[in-house]
Structure formats: C-alpha cells, structure tokens
C-alpha cells in the first residue's frame, strides 16, 4: 500500500460529499422561496438514504464478483470481506475500503442530480422510493457494466474515466423520463419562476467545482501524473464552458448574467468528466468549449419542446456527460495516459465508434428503466403534489418549515 495514495483518496472521498451539499445549494437558488428546504432536503437526505444502500447492495453490485458481466454478485452483502487490504481488481495501492467510501460518494449524487429535472413539484416520500429503487436497478448495474472488473461494457472497451457515463448521462436521461412521466409544473410558460437567490446559486457552483477536482483527479485512484492531468483537465474545461456560455448568452440576449456564468461552468465540468484523465489542457479547453456550445443551445430550445426541465439537468449534465463520453473517442491520446487509448485524431476511429455505442447503449437503458420506475410510482403512490400543495411550496406541504421568516 502507498500512504500518499490512500491520503488522497480519503481527500478526494471527502471533496466528492461536499458536492453533494454544494450541490443542494447550487438547485436551492434556483427555485422560488417556498421550495428552498424542500428542494436542499431531495439532495441532503441522499447522503444517509445512498450511504446505507451503498453498504448491503450498491458496492456488491457495482464492484463485486461479476455475475455474466452485467451486474456485481452480493458476496460483499454488509462490506463482508471489505478490508483495509488492497483491492487486485480496482485500486492495488489503498485499502479496498477507502475505494469503497471513495465509490460511495459518486453514488450519493447521482440520484440527487436527478431532482432539479422535477424541482418543486414532487413528493417527499415517493422521491425516496423513486431514489432507492433507481440506484438498485439503473446506477449499480450500469457501474458495473463500465467499472466494475468484468463489467460487458469495459470489457468492449467502452471508457469513462470519472462518471460521463455511470454519472451524468445515467441522471440525464432519468430527468428526461422524469419530466416526461410527471409534467411541468402548474403556470409552466405562463407564471414566472424566476431563481429566489442568486448568489446561493454561485456558492454552490463554487462548492461543485472545489469538489469536482477530487471527483475528477481522484478517479486516477492514485496522487500521480494521471491525477494531476485530470485535475488540470478539468479546471480547464469548466473555464472555457463558462466563457463560452457567457458568450453565447451575451450574443443572443444581448447581456450576460450570472445563472448562465455559473451554468456553463457546470457544464464544462459535466463534459470533462469522462475525458479528464486521457486528454492534455488543450484538448480540455476545446471540450469544455463544445460542453458550452451543446449545453447552452439544448438548454435554448427546452421552451420550444415545452420540456419543463426545471434546472437543467438533461440539458447540462446528459447532453454534457454524453458529449464528454463522445470527446473522448476523438481526443484520447495515449501520449498523454499511456494507460488509455488513442481516440480519433491520434488515429483510432475505432475508439470514438466504442464510445458512441457506449453512449447509446447506457442512455437507452437509463431512460427505460427510469421511466418506468417513474410510473409505476406514479401509478402506484403519485408522485406529483397536489394543485394546492404546489402553490403553496414543498417546505411548508412536505416539511412543515420556511426558509424565510417574512
């Protein structure tokens, strides 16, 4: 075991939960004052809800012995068998369960991305029953199938350094099927929703990004040049993802603001994600500069396909983690990480045709399986709050709080 290693993993782990409260933040801005707690609890209460799960069912499933390929076997049931030795399979210079807690953390925001799709419209607890069943069902498997040792996917040489595909593009096409299975919110292209604060907003962008330097570097699994590639890569593409939707915004509003500063860094971030440890700083401003141009022009047109998306999640973080995965096949280059591949303009057109496979494969899967969880509890439970619980907020209706003292 390497102590160099096992410290920056354990800081990397600790980077990577602290989005998730960022996180919290970032979508709390956004919505209108009477959906703020609401709205911070959907992603604080998937720390403890993910966390338990992770120990009896998502990390076997994940990254346990692999039943056909497609999904982890339960023999690591309760963290049986996870010790402080090292892990042949996954990380051979930490304790198999600092790879655990490590692993864990990408797992708590993933279902809580999901919920700035359905933001101040859904129910408290058919939301956990939603979460719970999506992580067993969608995370885990498609985990596996990328990172998990014998994993279909991997095995076809599909590639996803740090979560374009297993993260981003998983919660992405949830969203899709989310907003599709429950609808937009009452008064949607008529009432205004205007963001209740702004700068919550940017200090959750702030969070997210100080985060996403051990939720990207972390992933190299090791403090070494691959780590330090990615961390390069990805404070290079969430600049130039901000630049540029500021740009496009300024252009085709005529000014800039802050909710698109703030949105494009999050995209950039997004559409490194898969790349960052296979791609030099160049590469990364020109993928963070396509995670500007693709998230942004999605993001425009959401209105005309009367998409109530609320906070951006298919548009910034699907089509984000989707055109990363993508990026990948094109700018990979083995100079840069001996250990990856060389995408399409190092000469393998091979690898990008891996990746579009990939890509499609995965967000079929996601959205099917997600939309029919979807229904099925909205069938079943309901989902959506009542006519009269939506005007009035989730923090009063769900948790008999306020966020302001008027």
């Given amino acids: 075991m390497n102590q160099a290693d096992t410290a920056f993993i354990l800081i990397s782990a600790a980077l990577v939960l602290l989005m998730t409260p960022g996180l919290a933040l970032f979508y709390a801005g956004m919505v209108r004052g009477k959906n703020v707690l609401g709205t911070i609890m959907q992603s604080l209460f998937m720390i403890s809800l993910i966390s338990i799960e992770w120990v009896y069912l998502g990390y076997s499933m994940s990254f346990g012995p692999t039943i056909g390929g497609f999904v982890g076997d339960l023999s690591w049931f309760g963290l049986n068998g996870v010790t402080s030795e090292?892990?042949?399979d996954y990380a051979t210079t930490i304790p198999q369960i600092v790879f655990m807690i490590y692993q864990c953390m990408f797992a708590i925001i993933t279902p809580a991305l999901i919920t700035g799709a359905f933001a101040e419209r859904v129910r408290f607890v058919p939301f956990i029953i939603f979460s719970i069943?999506?992580?067993?069902?969608v995370y885990n498997p498609v985990c596996h199938w990328i990172w998990g040792s014998g994993g279909w996917l991997g095995s076809m040489g599909v590639l996803d350094f740090a979560g374009g595909l297993v993260v981003h593009a998983t919660c992405g096409m949830a969203a899709l099927a989310g907003v599709l299975v429950i609808g937009a919110r009452k008064g949607y292209g008529r009432a205004s929703f205007m963001p209740h604060n702004l700068p919550m907003t940017v200090l959750g962008t702030a969070l997210l990004w100080f985060g996403w330097f051990g939720f990207n570097g972390g992933s190299a699994l090791a403090a070494d040049e691959i780590a330090a590639t990615a961390f390069v890569a990805t404070h290079l593409?969430?600049?130039a993802g901000m630049a540029m939707w500021v740009a496009m915004e300024w252009g085709a509003q005529g000014k800039p603001t802050i909710l698109g500063a703030a949105s494009g860094a999050i995209a950039g971030l997004a559409t490194?994600?898969?790349?960052?440890?296979?791609?030099?700083?160049n590469s990364a401003i020109i993928v963070g500069l396509i995670g500007g141009v693709l998230c942004f022009s999605f993001v425009s047109m959401k209105g005309r396909m009367k998409l109530d998306d609320s906070l951006d999640v298919v548009g910034i973080h699907g089509v984000g983690g989707l055109a990363g995965t993508i990026c990948l096949g094109i700018f990979a280059s083995t100079a840069v990480n001996p250990g990856g591949v060389d995408g399409l303009l190092a000469g393998n057109a091979a690898q990008l045709f891996t990746q579009i496979k990939g890509a499609v494969i995965v967000s079929v899967y996601a959205f099917v399986v997600s939309w029919v969880i979807f229904k099925a509890i909205d069938v079943t439970l309901g989902l959506r709050l009542s006519e009269e619980d939506e005007v009035a907020g989730l923090d009063s209706t769900e948790h008999s709080e306020t966020a302001y003292n008027n």
Wanted: net charge neutral; no cysteine.
């Fill in 272 to 281: 490194i994600t898969p790349t960052a440890g296979f791609v030099g700083p």
């Fill in 237 to 239: 593409a969430a600049m």
């Fill in 86 to 88: 090292p892990s042949p």
């Fill in 133 to 137: 069943l999506w992580a067993i069902f």
